[in-house]
């Protein structure tokens, strides 16, 4: 929905607030192209926030991971701790998104977010406290656990996340907000992993736990600052039936149908790829924390430069060509760095697949918040995400598997196969992806 010229505030600020009106500031006739989107003030909170909160859990990402292989040596209980992490998006993230269409999603946030924090808390003392034996206290399925209930915080919060973009800025600037979003998001992935590397070294797993507690307070002060629009909540109806409304809605509109196929064949044959690069730095590459974080941090530079090239276009044209040719390239990077063992090359393909990557979520996200109405746009980001977000940890369990019975390259490079395959299948018998511009 578009946001208008006056917003008046959210009933949770103080009374004096609950009586202003916000008028958005005067704007400068000429904005570069690819940031006119934070020429709107809530917006710009919205995004500076969540900036730095972003890095900091891109710091916590790279330590548990790391604390993980340090415990287990093993890649089996790297794919069970992602497995725990992500599974709540398969159960919990299409209540979240009825929930986003019926409630406040600026307070939907704002509590999320503070679990989320607290968690990340906890965990840093865990890692920190020590046994007689001088070792850690924290095992493995304590990692799990906490990793399990961040999960089920992050599924409540995705749905309002991605619904909330919209109506923080003018409909004109939507495609450019949400590649924004997705630049922050990949520019932390440069930073957090980078500094969660070198972190690791100075002040251990521990200190990124807590740090990544700390960068919440960013997103949470945005939360509270900005003046959140009014808006139209869907019916009080029963949430199955809310659900069913929403998947009927999705079925009879065939192009996000297909992009929603092709969404599961990503999240469960491609995206598990992410949580093993720190067993193939470690084990396979033999760089060591550092190496790890620029691996990563290679992966999110490819992914930023993608981003602000959607946000400089402004306009994605023939988005089922594309999002099917960076589908495939996305495979292909991830097929040739399962079998790399020399990391100037690791690092190059690292670029590739955050580059193909990310525009090919972009084409995903731009094409269905466009095609989406506003009225069921909770719904059908909660169906996205859980796509997007619910298949994974059953892909990191598969992969995990399998990788205790053939090497674990292997195993991925199968896994990027088929969703390759899955792609060109989707292109070739979908007219409406063929025709989506």
Known sequence: MTAGPQMQDDPSRPAAAEVETFTAPARPRQTHQAIRALRNPNFRLFWSGNFLSNIGTWMQNVAQGWLVISLTNSAFWLGVVSFAGSIPFLFFTLFGGVIADRANKRRLLLFTQTAMMLLAFLLAALAFLKGPDGHPIITVWEIALIAFLNGVAQSMNAPSYQALVPRLVEREDLTNALALNSAQFNMSRILGPTLGGYAMALVGVAGNFFLNGLSFLAVLWALVRMRYPQEKLAPRQGMLRSLRAGFAYLHSEREMLVLMWMTLAVSFFGIPFLNFIPYFAKVQLN?????????????????????????????????????????????????????????????????????????????FNVSIQHLSSDEMRGRIMSI?????????????????????????????????GTALLCFIGFFSFSPALRSLD
Request: proline fraction near 3%; include cysteine.
């Open 384 to 416: 996205y995400a859980t796509s997007f977000l619910g298949l994974p940890p059953l892909g990191s369990l598969l992969a995990g598997e399998l990788s205790r019975h053939i090497p674990t390259g292997h195993a991925l490079a199968a896994m990027a």
């Open 287 to 363: 760089v060591g924390e550092s190496g790890l974080g620029w691996l990563m941090a290679c992966s999110g530079i490819g992914a930023v430069l993608a981003a602000m090239i959607v946000a400089a276009t402004g306009v994605i044209r023939h988005r089922g060509k594309l999002v099917t040719v960076t589908g495939i390239v996305f495979f292909l990077a991830i097929i040739g760095f399962s079998y790399s063992r020399w990391f100037a090359l690791s690092e190059c393909l690292a670029f590739v697949e955050g580059f193909n990557g990310i525009l090919m979520v972009s084409c």
